[in-house]
Structure formats: structure tokens, C-alpha cells
């Protein structure tokens, strides 16, 4: 296990400082460019062993790890829950002794309890990525949404960024509000109240009730998943409903001051939380998110395994 | 019971029973308090006289908890009535009341025969069953009270378990009445604090886990005093954990409603903020609140909006703690450590005195549930409690005699400590010195 400047493990971003924060953001500019390649591989995580511990079902994420980790010529293993021991009632303690006694390096782990990321990282020694954990944090994602947002603005400080959606569901929502806080962007989020914590306000993010009021205001939306599941356990009353009071459309989107950039962190519903022209519009950021998901991953592994910051641009190049 | 007599010498004596408060001794012969009076009045004839010098400690009447389980029958690798009853002497408690969620679940004579079959085994502190409140704590069919009364049953509840029916509820209120029970009801509105596993607020939603809100514990506590109104019967609220329920319970009591209510010593010294880092050893419901509502159930206990102090004492195996925070068992353990965490967050803090945490710990449980004990008056059974309340201890969970291990107080130092515990007279717990 090694230390670096992130500490031992990546569990969410309120923990990180902005400095931390940018750390992670600049260090990705120069692994955007390896995925650009022919040859899409460096050598800089060579002969490291990491496992991919995805206890719920996931494709983007699992997979864009595992590009990242590739391209960092890492040994990687994936265990998904099902066909594993788990799905034998192994518990997750016993997992972790187990994945510790194969003396590996890194563990991802993506799992539906809140707080399993930590559980798992208190307990084993090697570093510790938190993949999603709950309702609780997805620190990567919010990660790249954060570079997104600054390729295309050239900075966080001062932006406008409302979060629409099941922010009291959302994992992606709470990263987001505090990586985009502790770099200085003016928050807000948007949803039926039903679907907010009812302590948002301790958050520090001002609340719209009214879609259009937050496209009034808003430089970027980052419009989450709803899930059906919410409808079902009687949140809201339909995804209709839902569509036509809080969806983002081509019309309501017409009516703001200016462009305003639209996110998604997919899967997408189309028709329900947002409308296809403006999932495919010339506004959305939808694809460049997820390609820049890929260089924030790399740099995390990168930093998280030590790898020092002035360092990545040449270690790219190979050179250690 | 033995002839043997214990005396207890040059303690300071507190018994809110008599408003007695003064340095003395106690003599203790056949199972009975057989004298009190000023230091070396105490007198006794003949010989196999054991004294038990108890300068600069206090002598109460032995502390009742109103509010354990003991997992006896169905869990015995977590908690047996033996160890319970063990580390309930070992905390000062003389008697403990045993809820009825075991399994199989203590709703029938038979049942509640067992228990006290075990404790008499047990031979440490008195162990009292509670009977369910309805058939497999269910909900539906109303416990035979009567028959489980006579077998040894002190009141009936559900506990573990809101009783959901408000028409169930009324009928038990007003059924108990016949035996003189109360009825205990642990409070939560069971739609409003589906899934939820810690306090609704500010952490719940930083840490992602899903809340339980004050208001399912208040609309249940209003919906059961308004019953204990309409029917006359004795309900008592256990466990209170908002600011809201007391106000509820104050409000109960003005109008004269019989209405009895328990906090347990962690809804008195820690907030929902002991979760941070999802610390399953601060998990139970109801869940640990604000610090706004720890301060309002202080002064509850203060000006007796709050009756009684109970434990909910709660032992679970340490591996089933050892997991994620949502999916982790609901309670802790808490006959070893009341007495110091009431004394360190009550007394040492100025917000209650001795003589009044002795009323709320024994004194009263005894009262409200009709049990034995409770007072050091000359014929009362000496169910006798003798504490340190200064000295200054650092909780280490593998020296409990219950068999749980789950507290969120350890490695944290309290003070105040049990040095003896005598129930019947006999001396069932010494402190090691």
C-alpha cells in the first residue's frame, strides 16, 4: 500500500480538499490524450493488481475502470456479486479478508449500502476507490462531471450548476454538490420536494421547486436518472407526470437567457427526466462526460498508487 | 432465605421512598432490611454478622430496569437469561423486566413460566417477564394477559414492534386494566420510518442513509395517550427519543392522563453525530437525535416528564454489528454502563442529583410496574445497590459479563462505578478490587 496525495483511499469528495480536487482534474488533462492513441497503453501501472468489486449491476462505470486500468497496463480482476461467493451469503468483511490475503494492490468497489466503500477501506490495506456506495457518494463520477464542466467553461468558480432529479437517491448528486461547492461554483438542485432530503438546506445549495426557474439560472444542468423504482414506491405519481413537470425539453430550454449545458450521468431515460432532442442537442456534453471518465479514473489509480502529479505527463511517455 | 445478616456500614444512604439522604448504615437479615440509622446505631445481637464497609459510596435501593431483552429463549449465543441477569447485578440492577421478543415470542403462560423458571436457575437479579401485547407479537390477536399475569407477567408490550392498529391498542389499554398492568408501546409509525436507520436530518442525508423521522415516534406517542384518555389504562412510552415526545407526555400528564413514560441512558448523552463514519455500535431505534432533543429529555428527566430511566439493553453477536451500517441490527447493550453514563451526563453535569437519579432508576420503576423493592425502608426486600459515585472507569466491552460486546461508550472514561449488589440480601455481585 502507498500513500499518496490523496491519502490511502478515494471514498467521496466531501472529504477532499479543492486543492485535492484539482490535483486530481489537472492530473487527468494529459491522460485524456492516451486514450486518443492507436495504441491506447503506458506502462505506469505495471505488474499492480486490482480488483473490480461491483456488487451491483453496473456497465459504464465497470467498464471505464477497466479501460483505465488497462491503459495503465494494470493486472485487473473482476467480481461481480452474482456467481460469486457472495451470492452465497458470503459477508462483505469476510470478502475483503479474503480479497487481502491475495495481497492486491486496489480495490473498486461499487455496492448498494451507503458507507460500504469505507467499511471495506477501514478494514483492508490497500487503497480503496469508491465506485458508487449507496445513496451515499460517487466520487469519480462527479469527478468528470467536474472536468466537463471546466473544458467547456474553462473554470468552476462562479458557475451556475443545477442538479435536477432524485437528488435524495442520488450518490451522483451528493458528489457533485461538493466537489462543485469546494471549487467555488454556486449550486442549486431541482426536483419535486418528495425527492430531496429534507434537510437539503444544510447542503448550502439553493432549491428550485420549478424546472424553469432553474433554467433561468442556470450555466449547466446535470439532469439525474430517475428510477422507476421511485414511481413504484410511491415518490411520485407517474413518469408522466414527471416528464411534464420537471423534464428537460427542447421548449423549456428555449426559453433561457442563454445556452445552457446539459449533463447526464446515464443511464439516460429518454421521454422521462429528459427529452431526446436535447439528449442529442447541440448542448449536451452527455458522450464528452464519458470519455473524460476515463482520464479522471486513470488519474485517481494513478495518484492513488502513488504516482507524483508533476509526474503524470511523463509518465505516459513510460518513463517512471 | 439465609439467616446470614449483612451490614453496611458508613455509606451515604439515599432513599427517595423515605426523602432520606444521610451518611449511615444498613442492616440486612433473612432477605429483608432488618435496620437504618446513623453510622454504628445500627445494632444486631449474635454472630455470622458479614460487614461491608462502604465509606464514601452510596447506598440505594437496587436499581429495576424496566426495558431489556434478553434473548432468552431463541438466542442464547447472544444473551441467556443467566448472563443477562449476571450483568444486570453486575451493573447495580436488582431486577430487570424482560420483553417478549424472543423465539418463540413470550405470549403465553407457559412462556413467561420458562423465564422465571431460568431466572430462578440464574440465581443473580431478578429477572420479571413482560408478556406480548398480542399472539407472536404480531398485531392482530389480543395475548391472554390474564393467565400470562398470573403466571408472573409485571405488564405486556410488544416491543421491537409498533402496535400499528390503534383499534388493538384501545383494547389493550382498556383489557389491562382488569390485571393492573401497564401497557408498554414502543413508539413508531411504521410507514414513516419504513427502512429508515438513523435519525432523519442533516447526517442522514450527508451520509446517504435513509432517516426515520421525530414525528414517527410523536404520532404514535399522541395517538397512545389519547387512547390511555379514552380507556383510562396505564400506557407507558418506552424509550423516548425526541424533544416533541416530551412535550407530547407533559402535555398527557397536565390533563391527568395515565401516562408513564422510560429514556434510555444513550438518548441521554449522544447525538445522531456518534453515526459519522457508520458506526453500527450507534445504531438502534429509535435512533440517537439532535442534541436539541438529548437536552429536552434531560430536562424531562429533570421535572419528571420522564419517569423512569431503562436500558433497552439490546446484545447482538459481535459479527452481526460487523457489516454494512443499513443492514446491521438495531441496539446495544446497556445494564453495564447506565449507572456510569446517567452519573457522567446527568449528575457530574449538574443537571440532576443523586437522590433524583435514584428515584428515576429505582424508586419509580418499582412504583409504576408494582415490583418489589425500590425503598430501604425496615421490612422492604433488600434489593440493595452500593456505588462509587466519583470514581472514574474506561469502558472496556470485553470485561462485560453480558455477552454482548456492542457499545458505542467504548474506550470512552466515565465515572462511577457498582461496588456491590445484594438482592433478597445476598450479595450477588462484588467488584473486584
Redesign the interface.
Known amino acids: 500500500m502507498s500513500v499518496g496525495p490523496l491519502g490511502k483511499d478515494l471514498l467521496g469528495l466531501e472529504p477532499l480538499s479543492a486543492d485535492q480536487i484539482r490535483l486530481i482534474l489537472d492530473t487527468a488533462e494529459p491522460f485524456k490524450e492516451i486514450s486518443e492513441r492507436t495504441i491506447k497503453k503506458v506502462p505506469t501501472l505495471r505488474g499492480k493488481t486490482i480488483v473490480n468489486l461491483f456488487f451491483e449491476a453496473s456497465t459504464r462505470t465497470r467498464v471505464s475502470f477497466e479501460f483505465a486500468q488497462k491503459r495503465l497496463s494494470a493486472d485487473t480482476v473482476n467480481v461481480a456479486a452474482s456467481g460469486s461467493s457472495v451470492s452465497k451469503g458470503e459477508t462483505l468483511v469476510d470478502t475483503a479478508r479474503n480479497l487481502e490475503a491475495m495481497r492486491i494492490d486496489m480495490v473498486v468497489i461499487r455496492h448498494g449500502a451507503s458507507g460500504a466503500a469505507q467499511f471495506l477501506a477501514e478494514r483492508i490495506e490497500s487503497n480503496v476507490i469508491n465506485a458508487g456506495d449507496g445513496t451515499h457518494e460517487h466520487p469519480t463520477q462527479g469527478l468528470l462531471d467536474m472536468l466537463t464542466l471546466r473544458d467547456h467553461f474553462g473554470k468552476i468558480e462562479g458557475l451556475k450548476v443545477c442538479i435536477c432529479g432524485d437528488v435524495l437517491h442520488s450518490r451522483v448528486a451528493r458528489s457533485n454538490i461538493w466537489g462543485l461547492k469546494k471549487l467555488g461554483a454556486d449550486v442549486a438542485v431541482c426536483g419535486p420536494r418528495s425527492l430531496l432530503p429534507n434537510a437539503i438546506d444544510a447542503f448550502g445549495v439553493t432549491v428550485f421547486d420549478r424546472i424553469e426557474d432553474a433554467i433561468q439560472w442556470a450555466d449547466a444542468l446535470n439532469v439525474l436518472r430517475l428510477q422507476l423504482e421511485r414511481m413504484q414506491r410511491g415518490y411520485i405519481p407517474s413518469l408522466r407526470e414527471y416528464n411534464r413537470v420537471f423534464g428537460v425539453s427542447r421548449e423549456r430550454l428555449a426559453r433561457a437567457p442563454r445556452d445552457v449545458l446539459i449533463l447526464h450521468p446515464g443511464p439516460m431515460n429518454r421521454g422521462v427526466e429528459i427529452d431526446s432532442d436535447v439528449a442529442d442537442g447541440p448542448q449536451s456534453v452527455i458522450l464528452n462526460q464519458v470519455t473524460n471518465g476515463v482520464a479522471v479514473r486513470m488519474a485517481v489509480l494513478y495518484l492513488l498508487s502513488g504516482g507524483r502529479p508533476e509526474l503524470a505527463e511523463a509518465a505516459k511517455g513510460g518513463q517512471r | 432465605m439465609t439467616g446470614r445478616a449483612v451490614l453496611l456500614r458508613g455509606g451515604r444512604l439515599i432513599d427517595p421512598s423515605q426523602r432520606l439522604d444521610e451518611t449511615g448504615d444498613l442492616l440486612i437479615e433473612n432477605g429483608t432490611i432488618a435496620g437504618i440509622g446513623r453510622v454504628g446505631e445500627v445494632r444486631r445481637d449474635g454472630d455470622a454478622l458479614e460487614t461491608i464497609d462502604c465509606a464514601g459510596r452510596v447506598i440505594s435501593p437496587g436499581f429495576i430496569d424496566v426495558h431489556c431483552h434478553l434473548r432468552e429463549p431463541g438466542r442464547e449465543e447472544v444473551e441467556t437469561i443467566a448472563t443477562g441477569a449476571r450483568a444486570a447485578a453486575a451493573g447495580g440492577f436488582t431486577a430487570v423486566c424482560a420483553m417478549p421478543n424472543t423465539d418463540p415470542v413470550t405470549d403465553n403462560q407457559a412462556a413467561v413460566g420458562f423465564i422465571i423458571s431460568q431466572a430462578r436457575k440464574a440465581n443473580a437479579s431478578r429477572v420479571y417477564p413482560i408478556g406480548a401485547i398480542s399472539i407472536g407479537e404480531m398485531g392482530e390477536t389480543l395475548a391472554e394477559f390474564g393467565e400470562m399475569v398470573a403466571a408472573g407477567a409485571v405488564a405486556v408490550s410488544d416491543d421491537g414492534k409498533p402496535v400499528a392498529s390503534a383499534q388493538l391498542m384501545r383494547t389493550a389499554l382498556e383489557y389491562a386494566r382488569t390485571f393492573g398492568i401497564p401497557v408498554a408501546d414502543h413508539c413508531e409509525e411504521p410507514t414513516l420510518a419504513r427502512d429508515g436507520v438513523m435519525n432523519?436530518?442533516?447526517i442522514?442525508?450527508?451520509?446517504?442513509?435513509?432517516?426515520i423521522?421525530a414525528e414517527a415516534e410523536e404520532i404514535m406517542a399522541i395517538r397512545d395517550i389519547l387512547l390511555a384518555r379514552r380507556t383510562g389504562g396505564h400506557i407507558h412510552l418506552c424509550h423516548m427519543s425526541t424533544k416533541g415526545s416530551v412535550e407530547l407526555i407533559r402535555w398527557g400528564k397536565e390533563r391527568g392522563i395515565n401516562v408513564t413514560a422510560e429514556v434510555c441512558p444513550h438518548h441521554l448523552s449522544l447525538t445522531e453525530d456518534a453515526v459519522e463514519?457508520?458506526d453500527t455500535n450507534a445504531k438502534m431505534n429509535p435512533p440517537l437525535r439532535t442534541a436539541e432533543d438529548v437536552a429536552a429529555l434531560q430536562q424531562g428527566v429533570k421535572d419528571g416528564t420522564i419517569d423512569v430511566i431503562a436500558t433497552d439493553h439490546a446484545p447482538h453477536h459481535y459479527?452481526e454489528k460487523?457489516?454494512?451500517?443499513?443492514?446491521a441490527p438495531n441496539g446495544i447493550v446497556g445494564l453495564e454502563t447506565a449507572l456510569a453514563v446517567n452519573l457522567t451526563w446527568l449528575v457530574k453535569s449538574g443537571i440532576v442529583d443523586l437522590p433524583l437519579l435514584v428515584e428515576r432508576m429505582s424508586c419509580a420503576p418499582a412504583r409504576l410496574f408494582r415490583l418489589p423493592g425500590g425503598s430501604l425502608q425496615r421490612g422492604a426486600a433488600a434489593d440493595v445497590t452500593v456505588f462509587d459515585p466519583e470514581v472514574e472507569w474506561t469502558v472496556d466491552a470485553s470485561s462485560f459479563r453480558s455477552k454482548g460486546r456492542n457499545t458505542p461508550y467504548a474506550g470512552m472514561t466515565l465515572r462511577g462505578l457498582v461496588e456491590c449488589t445484594l438482592v433478597d440480601g445476598r450479595v450477588v455481585y462484588r467488584r473486584d478490587r
Not at chain 2, 442522514?204 to 432517516?211: K, N, P, W
Open positions: 432523519e436530518g442533516i442522514s442525508a450527508r451520509l446517504g442513509l435513509r432517516g423521522p463514519g457508520y459479527d460487523e457489516r454494512e451500517f443499513a443492514d
